[in-house]
Structure formats: structure tokens, C-alpha cells
């Protein structure tokens, strides 16, 4: 019986603003109908209105904002993602600048401690160890440098 409804029901595109006829038989089977039964003795019926669809230019316009919403949407999506990296970018930078920073110290806590041993009759910092304490710091202005043009607020 459900098959039957969903046939019967399948095109109401040439029912829209008509009717359907349900009719209820004595056995208690239902179906449903676009005419009215011939001998409706011994069955219930009842008339279904079917509201009339959209007018053909309602479903123009219907479908103008569907396709305006789904540009916005797709423009919205678009922005989203360009946020998105913006902000992955913004924190690979933020790491790059932590980790230069890290490697400045290092270098620095290299020097001071050589520095003490010089103060103690030890030998002077190496060139290369003087050489590695520029590299670090010149890394770390260029992940600043890089940070500030991402976002002005970046570290």
C-alpha cells in the first residue's frame, strides 16, 4: 500500500490548486485519487485541497536568490579560507620568532659563560662563536620582520 501512495502521489505537479480525493474503503484500505469514486457506498471520502505552486515568475525569483545566496556563500567560504591562512601564517611566524629568540639566548648564555672563563685567565670567545651570536640575532630581526608584515599586532 505505501508503493501505491507514492505512485499516486508522485505527480501532483497537474493536481496543484485541484484536488485529491481519499477514500477509505470498508475493508479500511486507503487510497487516494484525482477523481471522485463512481460509488462511494459503503466508503468515507474526504477532498484534499492542494494549495496552488509558486507562479512561474515566484519560481524565478525563487530561484535569483538561491543562486545570489549561494555566490554569497561561496564569497563567504572564500574569505574564510583566506582567514584561515592568514592566521596559520601569522603562527608559523609567531613560532619562527619564539624559536629565533631561543637560539639568541643560547648564543648569549654561550658568551657570557666564556666570559666568565676569560674573567678567570680563560681564553677570548671564537670568532665563530661571536659570528654564531650575529647569526641568531640577525634571525631574530628577520622572523620579527616578517611577523610585523603579517599582522601589525604579531610579536
Do not use: C, W
Not at 84 to 94: C, G, L
Amino acid at each position: 500500500m505505501p508503493v501505491f501512495l507514492a505512485v499516486a502521489l508522485a505527480d501532483t505537479s497537474t493536481l496543484a490548486g485541484g484536488e485529491v480525493y481519499k477514500v477509505i474503503g470498508a475493508d479500511g484500505r486507503i487510497t487516494y485519487s484525482a477523481r471522485p469514486p463512481v460509488d462511494p457506498v459503503d466508503e468515507q471520502v474526504e477532498t484534499i485541497r492542494l494549495d496552488p505552486g509558486p507562479s512561474p515568475s515566484e519560481h524565478m525569483d525563487a530561484q535569483r536568490r538561491l543562486q545570489q545566496m549561494e555566490r554569497q556563500a561561496n564569497r563567504e567560504r572564500d574569505q574564510l579560507r583566506v582567514r584561515q591562512a592568514e592566521r596559520e601564517a601569522a603562527a608559523a611566524a609567531a613560532r619562527d620568532v619564539e624559536q629565533a629568540r631561543l637560539e639568541l639566548q643560547r648564543a648569549q648564555r654561550k658568551l657570557e659563560s666564556d666570559g666568565r672563563a676569560l674573567a678567570s685567565g680563560g681564553l677570548l670567545a671564537s670568532p665563530e662563536e661571536r659570528a654564531g651570536l650575529q647569526r641568531a640575532e640577525q634571525r631574530l630581526r628577520d622572523a620579527l620582520e616578517a611577523a610585523s608584515r603579517l599582522s601589525p599586532a604579531s610579536p
